[in-house]
């Protein structure tokens, strides 16, 4: 029983040294101000993620997140599940207001596995005649253990080219004044 909790202490103490690794590194270059072609996004706390593509208006790079954590187990689990939240939260801290996903890719770092076997057996001996009997059996479990490792583009947008705000209401046609007059297109049979 005290080997079980010495290896469920050591479980938890490098699980949280290998969940994660979350770190911004700033960029400097000619070429910060980019503009993109579009591409897929969704909004996460308020950060913008690019995750194909980038934005269709001027942007510039501020710099570069690394994510690496646990993916797999319990821990795991619950690491991925705030991946998002936890990189919005480190791209607003340093002045972002989106990123742009460059990198996702899962690595197998090993295998945690348990085994269990037990054997039985029996020896008779009757008038100089031994009989011997004897029955094995063994299981093993192995599970692959595995971290996420992700990168992702920090950027600014230009401030005379903000992405349209989504709860923006559309426009309304001007109305038609007195002078003008309402035509519908005609229509052929």
């Known amino acids: 029983m005290h080997y079980l909790k010495l290896f469920l202490f050591v479980c938890l103490v490098s699980a949280s040294s290998v969940a994660a690794a979350e770190e911004f590194t700033a960029y400097e270059g000619k070429n910060a101000i980019r503009e993109g072609e579009g591409g897929a996004k969704k909004t996460v706390n308020g950060t913008d993620f690019w995750t194909e593509g980038a934005p269709p208006y001027p942007f510039k790079i501020l710099g570069f997140i690394n994510d690496k954590r646990l993916k797999s187990g319990l821990f795991g ?12 939260a480190l791209a607003k801290a340093n002045g972002g207001d989106a990123v742009i996903t460059s990198a996702s890719e899962s690595e ?59 709860t923006q209401a559309t426009p309304t046609p001007a109305p038609i004044s007195q002078n003008e007059t309402a035509t519908e297109p005609s229509r052929t049979q």
């Open 108 to 166: 197998t770092v090993g295998t945690v596995g348990s085994g269990n076997s037990t054997a039985t057996g029996t020896a008779n001996s009757y008038n100089g005649t031994t009989t011997a009997r004897a029955s094995g059996m063994s299981t093993w479990n192995s599970v692959a253990v595995q971290k996420q490792n992700s990168k992702f583009v920090v950027i600014k947008y230009m401030k005379d080219s903000q992405p349209p705000s989504t």
């Open 77 to 88: 689990a619950l690491r991925m599940s705030s991946l998002e939240s936890d990189v919005a």
